[in-house]
């Protein structure tokens, strides 16, 4: 007999059928054992007799054939889809046996480091579960969109011969006899693809070796990259990434409304248009709001991101603000500084409730002044001439942003750790598994900067 998922059984009334998935609860009533079979449709109830369930118990895999019946009415469960009817087991068959479990999976009370030493197991969890549908929407969004948009995507390398965006915080490999590095992000490979495309975008995976451990940041972490030539104006760029970030809340409320239910959170509020701010103006209101004076800093603190979300949601009634033109040193080199200030770039953030989950900027497009400002960085030029080939060849007005997947995941669940949105995390303490007893080694870096302090938030 050929096997029917759960969901499909609403579509057999009072017929036999097969059915196979995970244990999801056990209750034992006297002459009669009720099972909930979960499977990637649905959850239904099996309806047994003790002596062909001896050895089940919660999370066995199993294979039941038997006749799909209504429910009594007073047994009706009005919150499961398949709620109405059940199955009557006349056989049960263990395709996999499960262990006896460390915890309560369906109401999971451990720490952070506890639900991730169990990850392959907590997962399985219906809360857990439903950060990773709502990351899917967002990932599938984003392509969507910007495919709708005219974008090309394309598939980034995640081996580099040189650092992006400068800095220390990169993880060398030894690749064959020569040194190379994890990506800090896929920025030179869609500016390359700007040359041949024109709008192109990618999803992909990037490092950075920060040597800190902060509920927002992580190793290894999802890159929603997207890139376009022929721009007018910097402020393009920031009308796609409203576009886009309001069309990806859209999809979610609309197709993720179980996921949201389940976390009691909402789409976050936003303006008839995201209110924008250069951080100057920020930090000048930051400080007359609260007197901490941070206005002579080149970048928020994340004290000065929350407190500026703030602002906008009393001011414009909006949980997302658009903070523009930082310090031309705090951007990479390849940024657009302000024909008005050269001190400050034609750069953005967009903040979500309280923390930065998009920054993007218009480019460098010309050759020339690429090689000049490549070596203002204290960088070298030679490093760079295979990206550089698409700048001496000509390249329109360009520029584009990145959106960290977890971050916006994270804001838009509530979610307090960042760890909790990436499906198997890594930081410098545990790659799946702990990294405590292993013997550390000592990080070099060939590029400018200094290994930071390790920090904990």
């Given amino acids: 007999m050929k096997r029917t998922l759960v969901k499909e059984t609403l579509n057999h009334p009072a017929e036999k059928v097969k059915v196979s998935g995970w244990v999801n609860t056990r209750r ?24 062909i369930v001896k050895d089940v118990q919660e999370e066995c895999v199993i294979e ?14 009005p919150e499961l889809e398949t709620g109405k009817i059940e199955l009557k087991a006349e056989t049960v068959k263990i395709l996999s046996q499960a262990a006896v479990l460390p915890f ?5 009370k ?5 639900l991730l030493d169990y990850r392959p197991l907590v997962l399985r969890n219906p809360r857990i579960k439903a950060i990773f549908k709502i990351e899917e929407k967002v990932i599938e969004s984003f392509r969507e969109n910007l495919k709708n948009s005219g974008f090309t995507e394309f598939q980034a390398p995640t081996i ?8 220390a915080e990169l993880f060398p490999v030894k690749y064959y006899q020569y ?28 490092y950075r070796a920060e ?20 721009i007018d104006s910097w402020e393009e760029l920031m009308d796609t990434c409203e576009t886009l970030i309001l069309s990806i809340f859209s999809d979610i409320q609309k197709n993720c409304s179980e996921e949201l239910k389940i976390f009691k959170a909402a789409i976050p509020k936003v303006s008839e248009k995201i209110p924008r701010l250069k951080m100057r103006e920020a930090q000048e209101i930051i400080f007359q709001r609260t007197g901490r004076d941070n206005r002579k800093e080149i970048d928020l603190q994340p004290e000065d991101e929350k407190e500026i979300c703030l602002w906008a949601r009393e001011k414009h009634g909006s949980e997302l603000i658009f903070v523009t033109h930082y310090p031309t040193p705090k951007r990479p080199f390849y940024t657009y500084a302000d024909p008005q200030d050269e001190n400050y770039s034609l750069s953005f953030d967009l903040l979500c409730r309280g923390l930065e989950i998009v ?9 020339e002044e690429l090689i000049k400002n490549i070596k203002k960085f204290g960088l070298e030029p030679k490093p760079f001439q295979f990206y550089l080939q698409a700048f001496k060849y000509g390249m329109p007005p360009e520029g584009g942003f990145c959106m960290g997947g977890e971050r916006l995941v994270k804001q838009i669940l509530n979610l307090e750790n960042i760890r909790e949105a990436s499906l198997f995390p890594r930081d410098m303490e545990r790659i799946d598994q702990r990294l405590s007893l292993l013997q550390p080694r000592t990080r070099t870096s060939s590029v400018r900067g200094k290994p930071k302090k390790q920090i904990k938030q």
């Fill in 28 to 51: 034992d009533h006297g002459g009669i054992v009720f099972l909930d079979l979960r499977d990637r449709s649905g959850i239904l109830q099996i309806v047994c007799s003790p002596n």
């Fill in 64 to 77: 039941v054939e038997g006749n799909v019946q209504e429910r009594p009415i007073k047994m009706v469960n």
């Fill in 104 to 108: 309560d999976l369906k109401d999971l």
């Fill in 110 to 114: 451990l720490s952070l480091p506890k």
């Fill in 160 to 167: 580099v011969a040189s650092a992006t965006e400068g800095g």
């Fill in 179 to 206: 040194d190379a590095y994890l990506a800090q992000s896929p920025q030179l490979y869609k500016q390359i693809l700007v040359s041949v495309f024109e709008r192109v975008f990618t999803v992909t995976r990037a």
């Fill in 211 to 230: 040597p800190s451990i902060t509920t927002r940041h992580l190793s290894e972490y999802i890159s929603l990259d997207a890139e376009m030539g022929f």
């Fill in 359 to 367: 920054t993007g900027s218009q480019r460098i497009n010309k050759y």
